[in-house]
């Protein structure tokens, strides 16, 4: 699936002004139409309309990027990129938890400010799916628990359930090989679709500990995504 940026809304949130519009023109070069907000609560409000793609400064006055985060969750799964000097792993790490996809540290390169918004975008609409397809091809059944992937709604024993875009690629890598085992490296390559780090491996049981809270009911005992010891993860 082709990616038209000239349709994509991305909403950036950072209480620097200077920022805020080298970042606007920067994007707006790029064929994006740019939303500003100067706050998080800022940012929570304006996250009401359509947007494709959001970018928080975490170190914002008031309500912080991560606070943003948490409250634009609970309505939106489209991709959100963090913003921050704060770059050690327990500081990304509550950032994941909040909901956040990815971390670009300050000060940034622009080239790969516009390069992260680009492929966060791309992988978003790639599983998105699409087209007419067989209700079997569209859906994946594993006991209670239901994916469609035309519409990326996920819902368990009947009831909805809300996954940030890297979760829901996670899940979906899981849920179409399922029995097969998957390595740490193997899904932070095949989701992310990077190269494999090992202060990677943080970022992907980070991802997969809040999948856990939400489709366990016991995520110290999971029934649905299962840790192999010593080898990885697989849905059973």
């Known amino acids: ?31 994006f139409e740019v939303i500003e907000a100067s706050n998080g609560k800022e940012a929570v409000e304006k996250s009401g309309g359509s947007v494709d793609l959001i970018i928080l400064d975490v170190m914002m006055p008031g309500k912080s990027g991560i606070l943003a985060c948490l409250e634009i969750r609970k309505k939106l799964t489209v991709p959100i990129l963090f913003l921050t000097a704060r770059t050690q792993d327990s500081d990304k790490a509550l950032g994941f938890c909040a909901g956040g996809d ?26 998105q799916g699409g087209g007419n397809r067989k209700e079997d091809d569209v859906q994946i059944q594993i006991r209670d628990l239901l994916l469609n992937k035309d519409s990326r709604e996920v819902r368990l ?16 890598l ?36 809040n999948l856990r809270k939400k489709l366990e009911k016991d995520p110290k005992n999971p029934k649905y995504i299962v840790n192999v010891w010593g080898k990885g993860y697989r849905i059973e």
């Open 1 to 31: 699936m082709e990616m038209n940026t000239e349709r994509k809304r991305i909403l950036f949130a950072d209480d620097d002004p200077e920022i805020r519009e080298v970042v606007r023109i920067l994007l707006e070069h790029e064929g």
């Open 102 to 127: 990815d971390y670009l540290a300050k000060p940034f390169s622009y080239t790969e400010l516009v390069a992260r918004v680009k492929a966060m975008l791309r992988r978003y609409y790639v599983y």
């Open 157 to 172: 024993e009947g009831g909805e359930i809300l996954l940030t875009d890297l979760e829901y690629r996670i899940l979906l």
């Open 174 to 209: 899981l849920a179409e090989n399922r029995g097969k085992i998957f390595t740490i490296q193997n899904i932070y390559e095949s989701v992310w679709e990077e190269p494999y780090y090992y202060i990677s491996n943080n970022t992907v049981m980070v991802h997969i500990r």
